[in-house]
C-alpha cells in the first residue's frame, strides 16, 4: 500500500492563478479530509468527503472547492489564489468509524505571491 | 461545539527526563481523543487514541495519555526522553458522526536537549 499521497510537495503561485493540489489514497477509506497547517494555528479543516458524489464545508472553506468522483481521488481546487493560501496542506483518510485513525498524507507546501 | 486547549507551544526537556505535554478539551458529548505527532517536513502519524473502555491509554514510543473526564484533560506523558522524541505533538478531538471531522489544537513543539 501506498497510502496517501499528494502532489506536488511544493508549489508557488502568484496572486490569482488556479490549482489543484492532489491527492489519493489505495486503502479502500470512505472518508477522505483537507487541512491547512498553518504556524500557531494547528490543523483547521478544509473541506472532508463521507464518499463518492458527497462532499461537505469544514472550518475554513472559503476559497477552495473540492469534489469526489472515486473512491480514491479527493482533489483541492484553489480557483483564484491568495496570499492568505499560502499553508501547507494535508490530505487524510480513515474508515468510517471514528475510532479508526485518520492517515496523513505528506503534505503540499504552497506559497502564494 | 468541541474545541481543543494545549497548553505551552514549546516544551524542553533533557533526554532521560519525564514528557509531559497538556491537552485539555471540551465537549458536550462524549469524546474521542487523539495525539498525533509530526517530525519535520512530514506529515502526521498517530501516537495513541482514546475511544472507550480504558482511560490510560498507551501508544507507540513508549508514550501514554490517560483521559481524564472529571478534568475534561488527556495529557501525553513518557518516563524517559529520547532524543528521537524532538518533533510537534498535536491533541485532537472527535465528536459521534464522522470520523473526518477532528478538530486539533495548536500544536506543542517538543525539545529534547543532552
Known amino acids: 500500500n501506498a497510502g496517501v499521497t499528494q502532489t506536488p510537495k511544493f508549489q508557488v503561485l502568484k496572486t490569482g492563478q488556479s490549482m489543484t493540489l492532489q491527492c489519493a489514497q489505495d486503502?479502500?477509506?470512505?472518508?477522505m479530509s483537507w487541512y491547512r497547517q498553518d504556524p500557531g494555528m494547528g490543523l483547521r479543516l478544509i473541506h472532508y468527503s463521507v464518499g463518492a458524489g458527497i462532499t461537505d464545508q469544514g472550518e475554513v472553506p472559503n476559497g477552495y472547492n473540492v469534489s469526489r468522483s472515486t473512491t480514491e481521488d479527493f482533489p483541492l481546487r484553489l480557483l483564484s489564489a491568495a496570499p492568505s493560501q499560502t499553508s501547507v496542506y494535508f490530505c487524510?483518510?480513515?474508515?468510517?468509524?471514528?475510532?479508526?485513525?485518520?492517515?496523513f498524507g505528506p503534505g503540499t507546501r504552497l506559497t502564494v505571491t | 461545539a468541541q474545541s481543543v486547549t494545549q497548553l505551552g507551544s514549546h516544551v524542553s526537556v533533557s533526554e532521560g527526563a519525564l514528557v509531559l505535554l497538556r491537552c485539555n478539551y471540551s465537549s458536550s458529548v462524549p469524546p474521542y481523543l487523539f495525539w498525533y505527532v509530526q517530525y519535520p517536513n512530514q506529515g502526521l502519524q498517530l501516537l495513541l487514541k482514546y475511544t472507550t473502555g480504558a482511560t490510560l491509554v498507551k501508544g507507540i514510543n513508549g508514550f501514554e495519555a490517560e483521559f481524564k473526564k472529571s478534568e475534561t484533560s488527556f495529557h501525553l506523558t513518557k518516563p524517559s526522553a529520547h532524543m528521537s522524541d524532538a518533533a510537534e505533538y498535536f491533541c485532537?478531538?472527535?465528536?459521534?458522526?464522522?470520523?473526518?471531522?477532528?478538530?486539533f489544537g495548536t500544536g506543542t513543539r517538543l525539545q529534547v536537549t543532552l
Open positions: 486503502m479502500n477509506h470512505e472518508y
Open positions: 485532537a478531538v472527535s465528536l459521534t458522526g464522522t470520523a473526518s471531522k477532528l478538530t
Open positions: 487524510a483518510s480513515s474508515y468510517w468509524d471514528r475510532t479508526y485513525e485518520q492517515y
